[in-house]
């Protein structure tokens, strides 16, 4: 408990650096690279938290508990985000994270539980991946007919707010139904017998406090971003999809692959897996309602590539890991996709 101490100790020095440098007016890239850090850290003390709580619970109840918590930075991204008017932030960071979460981090953990099975071969309960990727395809489903619309300049394509706004309910409701019905899965199976490394109380103050910290240190994150990005030539839709989504999801990237590489096929699949899900069906619902409060709002009109990259995205994580189980080279398969949509996004 000393390493994790003087760690927790770490993340907050690095955490009030990164506030003196917004407060204090440093330069756009010393200040984004202390947030960069600093949500890193903050993800990892969720992530460890989660798992502490987890400890009292199965592996839906976890995986659940530990996407929610491990998706605030990107919550507050967003939020950020579109109160400063950066909806191409915004927008690319939410699908972004889609893409980072099915195909970058669960690339990385199908070759980390790959390389701790004795034959090779990742196997884990298919019924969650297979919800995962109806869940996917839903919101491709919503996200695909806004963008057929827009391209043919039909009567729809003049109400594209009011379609978002209704899709973003129906898939609200819809996710509700699954997380009720996923959650109960649980039930017949016992808790973990690891002895949890610290009390439920202290578990609790973390998440709490680093949630908190996650959310200030997201608005100094994207406050930063864009002269950042801008006096280092990145794009801004490169930067929303892969730098802002990769920070924002530190906490699948450290915490799926190290369950994976302990042998724990089933909670790192509902890591990952419950996080793609919950940003698709609830968090990008969710923020397009919470963005009518802005003078900008969010809707599911969406770039035609990404169009197509999300709905392969859905078919890729039907085809990989519908069947509950998963080889390594599936998994370098998924990483390969993701970069060549990151190498695309870089030079739109």
Same mark, same amino acid.
């Given at each position: 408990m000393r390493i994790i101490w003087t760690f927790v100790g770490l993340v907050a020095l690095v955490t009030a650096a990164a506030g003196a440098a917004h407060y204090g007016g440093a330069p756009a890239l010393l200040t984004c690279a202390l947030a960069t850090v600093a949500l890193a850290g903050l993800a990892w003390i969720v992530s460890f938290a989660t798992e502490q709580v =987890?400890?009292?619970?199965?592996?839906?109840?976890?995986?659940?508990?530990?996407?929610?918590?491990?998706?605030?930075?990107?919550?507050f991204i967003v939020i950020f985000a579109l109160s400063a008017g950066e909806i191409v932030v915004a927008r690319t960071s939410i699908i972004g994270s889609i893409f980072a979460n099915a195909l970058l981090v669960l690339g990385l953990v199908i070759i980390a539980g790959c390389s701790s099975s004795a034959d090779g071969v990742m196997r884990f309960q298919a019924r969650l991946p297979k919800d995962n990727a109806t869940l996917m395809l839903l919101a491709s489903f919503l996200i695909v007919i806004l963008g057929i619309s827009a391209a043919s300049g039909d009567r729809a394509s003049g109400h594209v707010e009011a379609i978002s706004i209704v899709g973003a309910i129906a898939l609200l409701v819809t996710y509700g139904v699954w997380l009720a019905d996923y959650?109960?899965?649980?039930?017949?199976?016992?808790?973990?017998?690891?002895?949890?490394?610290?009390?439920?109380?202290? /578990?609790?103050? *973390?998440?709490?406090?680093?949630?908190? =910290?996650?959310?200030?240190?997201?608005?100094?994150?994207?406050?930063?971003?864009?002269?950042?990005?801008?006096?280092?030539?990145?794009?801004? /839709?490169?930067?929303?999809?892969?730098?802002?989504?990769?920070?924002?999801?530190?906490?699948?990237?450290? /915490? =799926?692959?190290? *369950?994976?590489?302990?042998?724990?096929?089933?909670?790192?699949?509902?890591?990952?897996?419950?996080?793609?899900?919950?940003?698709?069906?609830f968090l990008f619902p969710a923020l397009v309602l919470t963005s009518l409060l802005f003078a900008?709002?969010?809707?599911?009109?969406?770039?035609?590539?990404?169009?197509?990259?999300?709905?392969?995205?859905?078919?890729?994580?039907?085809?990989?890991?519908?069947?509950?189980?998963?080889?390594?080279?599936?998994?370098?398969?998924?990483? /390969?996709?993701?970069?060549?949509?990151a190498v695309l996004t870089f030079f739109e």
């Open positions: =987890g400890e009292r619970f199965g592996p839906a109840v976890t995986g659940v508990l530990q996407s929610t918590l491990g998706n605030l930075p990107e919550f959650l109960r899965s649980d039930r017949p199976q016992e808790p973990s017998q690891a002895t949890p490394r610290t009390s439920f109380a202290v /578990a609790v103050v *973390l998440l709490g406090v680093a949630g908190v =910290g996650a959310a200030f240190v997201s608005d100094w994150f994207v406050t930063a971003l864009t002269p950042a990005m801008a006096r280092i030539g990145v794009p801004k /839709a490169f930067a929303g999809l892969v730098i802002v989504a990769i920070a924002g999801n530190a906490v699948e990237n450290t /915490a =799926g692959v190290v *369950l994976a590489l302990k042998g724990q096929s089933d909670l790192a699949i509902s890591v990952v897996k419950n996080s793609v899900a919950q940003i698709a069906a900008t709002p969010l809707t599911f009109a969406l770039a035609p590539v990404y169009i197509g990259a999300l709905l392969l995205t859905a078919l890729a994580l039907w085809q990989i890991t519908g069947d509950g189980e998963a080889t390594r080279f599936e998994g370098v398969a998924l990483i /390969a996709l993701y970069v060549i949509l």
